[in-house]
């Protein structure tokens, strides 16, 4: 019954192709979203069509069958940017679905270790952004902040900005992923859309003025006696550099 | 844009004054935005790292860098020759309101020179504070300094308003704080210390009872020591430390690796800076304060100098071969903490793991367990992965060695002569 499966990617599709896989112990050999870059004479591909419902109710099997930790894992390797994640997921939930709740301590298993390490490189880097993002004060009276992480990281940290700054209208936008979160001071959400790159915003006097404090101030902090660049790249990746206004 | 300058200029002055102070964290303080602007993350958030590897998490700065007092390490000290200014608490929360906002930063290091005098300072800081948490409605983390010598009235009001307050003993025994710091007393220190710890417990009594009362200090107090200006060993140090943090419930000692500001006759004349010296006493302030290690265990009359070139706990584990190698499938959880490479999150994962079956080995990295050292220290089900045996005087310095370079791995392979031994075994018998 293998076979490759195709869903249209959002989280409600993924559930509803996993509703319909797990119960019943097919294994697909592979998921994805786009139509497979050469068809197989002998796979047959299942092209699963998103049912919200059924979505719903699997996700509440799935919060009653799973541990805490486990939901956890899974909501991270969702938002990890990796080919595989949708079969490491689906090779979890065929192993939680015998062993419950405890799979997640199952941490060297070979259904578990790999979504495990992926989740942990997602939620290290989502750790890492509550730090990097640099807002910009635009013209337009909100604060743009453009960044690239490696993975789809904004729906994880989003909540973390919209408590701190509920007082601000203010932009995430990722630009590896083209996708954006918008937050609306006024009704105090946010939303993720998709979102384009048009240029860099026009910026107001006053952001000018206290980028360049920050920057005067950064360089002023460093000690000459302890110069450590090597510790400095292995904490600030020259690949975040680009969006980081002290660097910039 | 005069005034621009003029801030900039006061800007760097002060965070050059300020930067010595080693403190940085923001963790350890749960605070909700009501209403404002800002709020602390219990797991603390660093924003960035200078040139120097150090993070940056909050605005470090001095409120004024002019001094009464002349001690020989301080770069603020009176006799030093520098331009003196100081800031307005308006534009104290100018600066950190307009970095928070841009998420450079987490919250604000507010720390000083002594003007006039302790209690006219103290009041100088609590006032920038006060206009931060009351006019801006700021609820982001704030570290506050407190002055040595100042009315213990004013260390309350300092506590209610900061998530953590500080005093820097600096100085490690009493007679090289009056080498070098002449001004100060030892008992004007540690006195708002001991005030300090009083009164957070009271508060924590208080606020099992009731929820409404004011947080004080949520995040604690720390201090910091200078390492290297002056002679004392690793040994006293370490010990002081550990008496801290018994005491006086402190969450952090920092230390400082003496940096020559000056050339003072009171101060050692010495090349470099004590780096090393300093890092292995954190590796052993960490073994203190997680590990469940005490500091006699680390260091005694015979040797009170942490050794330069081994962590401490490799030393220790080196001094107690008997205890070794340990079988990870069985011992506890403490046990798993004494061993040389394996740390907090290592151990609670191979606690965690095991529970749902064996563990071999090869099941360590998977993990995350690094075996670089703790391989020879582990059995996983009777197996023992080191390439030299715990008594084998070649021990030593395999830990030393410095790591393998990753080309090499094609051509030496790291495995002992008992598993070659297994290999063969295993072909004769057929069995994988």
Redesign the interface.
């Known amino acids: 019954m293998g076979g490759i499966y195709r869903y249209d990617g959002s989280s409600a599709g993924l559930l509803t192709l996993l509703a319909i896989t797990v119960p019943r112990g097919v294994a697909p050999d592979a998921i994805c979203v786009a139509p497979p870059p050469q068809q197989s004479l002998f796979t047959e591909v299942t092209v699963v069509d998103t049912d919200p419902e059924l979505a719903e109710t699997f996700q509440n099997e799935l919060s009653q069958r799973l541990s805490p930790i486990s939901l956890h894992q899974l909501r991270h390797a969702w938002h990890g940017d990796h080919p595989q994640r949708e079969m490491l997921i689906f090779r979890y939930l065929l192993l939680a679905w015998r062993s419950g709740r405890?799979t997640s301590?199952?941490?060297?298993?070979p259904s578990v270790?790999p979504l495990w390490k992926l989740a942990?490189m997602v939620g290290r880097e989502a750790?890492r952004y509550?730090?990097?993002?640099?807002?910009?004060?635009t013209s337009g009276g909100f604060?743009y902040?453009p960044l690239s992480p490696d993975h789809r990281v904004l729906p994880l940290i989003a909540d973390?900005?919209a408590?701190?700054?509920?007082?601000?209208q203010w932009v995430l936008h990722d630009l590896r992923h083209s996708e954006g979160i918008v937050h609306d001071r006024t009704r105090r959400q946010w939303l993720l859309l998709p979102m384009e790159t048009s240029g860099d915003p026009e910026l107001t006097p006053?952001?000018e003025?206290?980028q360049?404090?920050?920057r005067?101030?950064?360089t002023?902090?460093?000690?000459?006696?302890?110069?450590?660049?090597?510790?400095?790249q292995?904490?600030?990746p020259l690949k975040v550099r680009p969006w980081?206004?002290?660097f910039a | 844009m005069a005034t621009?300058i003029d801030?900039?200029d006061k800007?760097?002055i002060l965070?050059?004054g300020a930067?010595?102070d080693v403190s940085c964290s923001s963790s350890g303080s749960f605070r909700?935005?009501k209403g404002?602007?800002?709020?602390a993350?219990s797991?603390g958030?660093?924003?960035?790292?200078?040139?120097?590897?150090?993070?940056?998490?909050l605005?470090?700065i001095l409120m004024t860098n002019s001094c009464i007092y002349d001690c020989a390490y301080c770069v603020n000290r009176r006799s030093n020759d520098t331009p003196r200014v100081m800031l307005t608490p308006a534009e104290v929360a100018e600066?950190t309101i307009?970095?928070y906002?841009?998420?450079?930063i987490?919250g604000l290091f507010l720390s000083t020179g002594v003007i006039r005098s302790p209690d006219h300072t103290m009041e100088l800081l609590i006032g920038a504070v006060r206009t931060l948490r009351q006019e801006y409605r700021f609820n982001?983390y704030i570290h506050l300094k407190l002055v040595p010598g100042a009315d213990p009235l004013l260390v309350e009001q300092a506590g209610l308003l900061a998530d953590r307050v500080s005093i820097n003993l600096e100085l490690p025994t009493r007679e090289s704080l009056a080498l070098l710091a002449p001004d100060k007393s030892r008992e004007a220190v540690v006195e708002p210390m001991r005030q300090v710890n009083s009164l957070i417990v009271t508060n924590m009594a208080e606020r099992k009872c009731s929820r409404k009362v004011p947080r004080f200090a949520p995040a604690g107090q720390s201090t910091q020591l200078i390492v290297g200006a002056t002679g004392e060993t690793d040994r006293q140090i370490v010990t002081l430390s550990e008496q801290l943090y018994a005491r006086l419930a402190l969450k952090r000692v920092y230390y400082s690796?003496f940096?020559p500001v000056s050339s003072d006759s009171r101060l050692p004349a010495r090349a470099?800076?004590p780096?090393r010296r300093e890092h292995r006493l954190y590796q052993a302030d960490w073994l203190l304060r997680y590990y469940g290690f005490n500091a006699h265990e680390l260091l005694d009359e015979q040797s009170p100098n942490l050794e330069s070139d081994l962590d401490p706990k490799s030393g220790w584990a080196l001094r107690h071969l008997e205890l070794f190698p340990v079988e990870i499938n069985r011992a506890d959880y403490e046990v798993l903490l004494r061993v040389p490479g394996i740390g907090v999150r290592s151990a609670q994962?191979i606690v965690?793991?095991r529970?749902?079956?064996h563990?071999s080995i090869d099941?360590l990295p998977?993990?995350?367990v690094v075996l670089k050292r703790a391989r020879y220290f582990i059995t996983a089900l009777g197996r023992y992965a080191g390439d030299c045996s715990p008594e084998s005087s070649l021990l030593r310095e395999r830990l030393l060695a410095a790591p393998a370079k990753r080309d090499h791995g094609q051509l030496d392979l790291p495995f002992s002569e008992q598993e070659t031994a297994d290999a063969s075994l295993s072909t004769v018998s057929g069995e994988l």
Request: aromatic share 12%; with cysteine.
């Open positions: 405890s301590g199952m941490l060297a298993h270790a942990r750790h509550l730090g990097f993002v640099r807002f910009r004060e604060f902040a973390h900005f408590a701190r700054f509920g007082d601000q006053a952001e003025q206290f360049s404090l920050w005067s101030y950064f002023t902090l460093a000690i000459d006696e302890r110069r450590n660049l090597p510790l400095q292995g904490n600030v980081l206004v002290e | 621009a801030l900039m800007l760097k965070a050059d930067k010595y909700r935005n404002g602007i800002g709020n993350a797991c958030i660093c924003h960035s790292w200078t040139s120097d590897g150090r993070c940056v998490s605005l470090k600066l307009g970095f906002r841009r998420n450079y987490e982001g690796a940096i470099g800076s780096l994962r965690t793991a529970r749902q079956g563990l099941d998977l993990l995350g």
